[in-house]
C-alpha cells in the first residue's frame, strides 16, 4: 500500500482535532503525520494511532517531504502558508475562507462535484460548513429538477466557532444553574438560552460574511452564477450539528415521493422523515452520523414548484474534517 507524509496545521483547534481522529477512524494511510499550530500551542501532545505526537510550531519549512497538507488554522495562516506548502510538493486541502472564491482554486464537496478535485494546482478549497450540508442535499433534486431559486434560513452549533465559544456556552449554563451572572466574551450576548441572528462581520448591504459565503459557494459549487439564493444565518445554544430550514423552487415539478426516494438513494444523504412517529433529524442525531440528514419533506402550496425541507448535519465532520479526508481520499484513489 502506497503511505502519504500528512501535515496538519491548527492541530490543536476543534477541526483539527476532529481531523486527526477521522484520519485514524478511516485507517488513512499515513505513513508520517506532522501537526502543527501556533507558538502558543506548540508543545502539546496528540494521540494518534497509540502514539502522542508533539505539536511544532507552523514555519515556511514545515511541509517539507509533505504529500498532503490539511489547513484548519484560519485565512490568515492559510494565506501565509499555502504557498511554501505547494511548493515544496504538497497538496494543500484548505478549511478556510481565504481561497474558496478564487477561480484558480476548486471548491469542493466530493458528492457534488468530485471532478473539480483534479483540476487543482496544488490547493483545493473545503467550502462553509453550511453550504456543504445543503449543497449536498440539494444536488440531487438540481440534477433531476433544476432549481430556480434557494431560501435558507441555518441554526448553527457554536462549535463552528470554535473551542472557545464551546467552553463559552458550557460556562454560561453552568452560570446560570448556580445563578451567577452570565459572562460573554467570544459572542457580543449570551450564547446560553437565546438565539444571534448575525455570524461573521456585517456587510453594508445587512447580510453577515456568512450569509454571503452561502451565496457565492454555492453558486460556485454548482457552477451555476446566476443561481437565485438568499440566506439568513443564526446561532443557536447547540454543542455540535447545524440545522438549516431551506426553501426551494424548481424549474420542473417533483412529487414528494419522487423526492423522498431521490435523496434517498443519494450518496452521503440520509432521509429521516416519518411525521407520523415524529422522525425528523436533530443535532443530536449527527452527533455520530457523517450522512447528511433530510427531513420534514413537504410542498410549499404558496407557489407553483415549490418544496420545503429541513437539512441537519455534523459541521466539524461533514461540515468540515470529514469533507477535507473525503477530498484527500479521491486524490489518492486515483494515483
Request: aromatic fraction near 6%; charge should be negative.
Amino acid at each position: 500500500m502506497i503511505t502519504y507524509n500528512v501535515a496538519i496545521l491548527g492541530a490543536t483547534g476543534a477541526v483539527g482535532r476532529e481531523v486527526i481522529k477521522i484520519l485514524e477512524e478511516r485507517n488513512f494511510p499515513v505513513k508520517e503525520i506532522r501537526l502543527l499550530a501556533t507558538e502558543k500551542s506548540a508543545g502539546m501532545e496528540i494521540n494518534f494511532r497509540g502514539m502522542n505526537r508533539v505539536v511544532e510550531v507552523a514555519q515556511p519549512g514545515s511541509f517539507k517531504g509533505i504529500d498532503l497538507a490539511i489547513f484548519s488554522a484560519g485565512s490568515s495562516a492559510s494565506l501565509k502558508f499555502a504557498p511554501s506548502a505547494v511548493k515544496s510538493g504538497a497538496i494543500v486541502i484548505d478549511n478556510t475562507n481565504a481561497f474558496r472564491m478564487d477561480d484558480s482554486v476548486p471548491l469542493v464537496v466530493p458528492e457534488v462535484n468530485p471532478k473539480e478535485i483534479f483540476k487543482n494546482k496544488g490547493i483545493i478549497a473545503n467550502p462553509n460548513c453550511s453550504t456543504i450540508q445543503m449543497v449536498t442535499a440539494l444536488k440531487p433534486i438540481y440534477d433531476e429538477v433544476g432549481i430556480k431559486r434557494i431560501v435558507v434560513s441555518t441554526y448553527q452549533a457554536v462549535s463552528g466557532t470554535g473551542k472557545d465559544a464551546i467552553e463559552e456556552l458550557k460556562r454560561q449554563i453552568i452560570q446560570y444553574t448556580k445563578g451567577d451572572k452570565l459572562t460573554s466574551k467570544v459572542y457580543p450576548y449570551q450564547i446560553a438560552f437565546n438565539v444571534l441572528p448575525h455570524i461573521d462581520t456585517f456587510h453594508e448591504n445587512g447580510y453577515t460574511e456568512e450569509e454571503l459565503k452561502m451565496t457565492r459557494e454555492t453558486r460556485k459549487i454548482l457552477d451555476d452564477p446566476e443561481l437565485s439564493i438568499t440566506a439568513t444565518t443564526v446561532r443557536v445554544p447547540v454543542l455540535y450539528g447545524h440545522c438549516e430550514s431551506v426553501n426551494i423552487e424548481t424549474e420542473k415539478k417533483i412529487s414528494i415521493s419522487h423526492l423522498r426516494k431521490l435523496l434517498d438513494s443519494a450518496e452521503g444523504i440520509k432521509v429521516v422523515d416519518d411525521p407520523e412517529k415524529l422522525l425528523y433529524p436533530t443535532p443530536l442525531m449527527s452527533e455520530n452520523d457523517d450522512n447528511v440528514m433530510v427531513g420534514r419533506l413537504r410542498e410549499d402550496y404558496s407557489i407553483e414548484n415549490g418544496i420545503n425541507m429541513w437539512i441537519v448535519a455534523n459541521n466539524l465532520r461533514k461540515g468540515a474534517a470529514l469533507n477535507a479526508i473525503q477530498i484527500a481520499e479521491r486524490l489518492i484513489l486515483n494515483e
